[in-house]
């Protein structure tokens, strides 16, 4: 069959072209048609290619047939740029804190110019931090299995700003500063309160991986099959691994009583609802049996 590929602005040099495909619409794949235009041009690799039709994006894995494709009709393509792979994204996003707070923990007479003991609260802070940016990368590598491969290379400077300058920069340098150092009052803290924000902090993070471990187990390797998630904490909200991550960093936010770990919470907060009200949308359109009883993110509440 013959395939046009029309480019979406006007301005393209490289297309139109025509392809000549071996089949039928129901025989020919969407990645048949990547591969083909990546031959003739192999900067365009398929990751690079977005693919229309009457508006409808073309997915791999299915017929030119499934989108109502005849022979000799016309494809819009879209060049999405350079693309990196969203396990490096995660990798080089989480990876920012985990050199930023060492050095500032560890560096003090480098960024306050002068050297001080650090308080149980500073340390406990560190080591918590710590420990979810690890587990975070140990999840990257081991545990997620991500439905899109990549990304534009462009994005990742704005999704790592997330993390280096809130969750790293931010947050390290107001909360392991002298001000909260040992012997000052601004630091102190009952046992209590400091075990207290050891136990909720351990609880949410093992729930939190609990909550992605489920997940990966619904999608079998090397597939974009997606099903309805159920277990721990999928029974109260569409995103339990928001829920639980949240109420880490409400952790850290009450032992460091620090604004700029308020402001973190604020904002890491907002931005993990917005995703969990997309994806519990997309569950109740996918799936007509989803459970009418589960919330977004927040359990009974929204």
Excluded at 106 to 132: I, K, N
Excluded at 173 to 185: D, E, K, L, R
Aim: glycine share 6%; with cysteine; proline share 6%.
């Amino acid at each position: 069959m013959k395939l046009v590929i029309s480019p979406r602005s006007a301005k393209s040099r490289k297309f139109p072209i025509t392809l000549d495909l071996a089949g039928s619409p129901a025989d020919v794949r969407v990645e048949d048609v990547q591969s083909a235009i990546a031959t003739k041009f192999p900067q365009l690799y398929p990751d690079r290619q977005r693919l229309t039709f009457d508006k409808a994006a073309l997915e791999s894995g299915k017929t030119l047939s499934d989108y109502g494709v005849k022979d000799g009709d016309s494809v819009i393509f879209k060049d999405l740029g350079p693309q990196i792979s969203w396990r490096t994204v995660f990798l080089i996003e989480y990876g920012g804190p985990l050199l930023i707070h060492p050095l500032i923990y560890y560096l003090p007479s480098l960024f306050y110019r002068q050297s001080f003991e650090h308080s149980w609260m500073q340390t406990v802070t560190y080591w918590m931090v710590m420990f979810h940016f690890l587990k975070r990368e140990y999840e990257t590598v081991f545990v997620h299995r991500f439905s899109h491969g990549t990304m534009p290379f462009r994005n990742v400077f704005k999704n790592s700003a997330h993390y280096h300058l809130l969750s790293g920069l931010n947050l390290a340098y107001w909360v392991y500063g002298p001000w909260n150092a040992a012997g000052v009052s601004l630091a102190e803290r009952s046992d209590a309160l400091v075990y207290g924000c050891i136990a909720l902090f351990i609880l949410a993070e093992l729930s939190n991986y609990s909550t992605h471990v489920t997940l990966r187990n619904l999608r079998p390797p090397g597939t974009r099959i997606r099903k309805i998630p159920r277990g721990y904490g999928f029974e109260w909200v569409s995103c339990p691994n928001y829920f639980f991550e949240s109420l880490a960093w409400l952790a850290v936010c009450i032992l460091t009583m620090s604004w700029s770990a308020y402001l973190f919470f604020v904002v890491a907060v907002g931005q993990m609802y917005l995703w969990a009200v997309k994806k519990h949308k997309g569950y109740r359109k996918e799936f007509s049996d989803y459970p009418r009883g589960r919330k977004a993110m927040f359990p009974f509440v929204a």
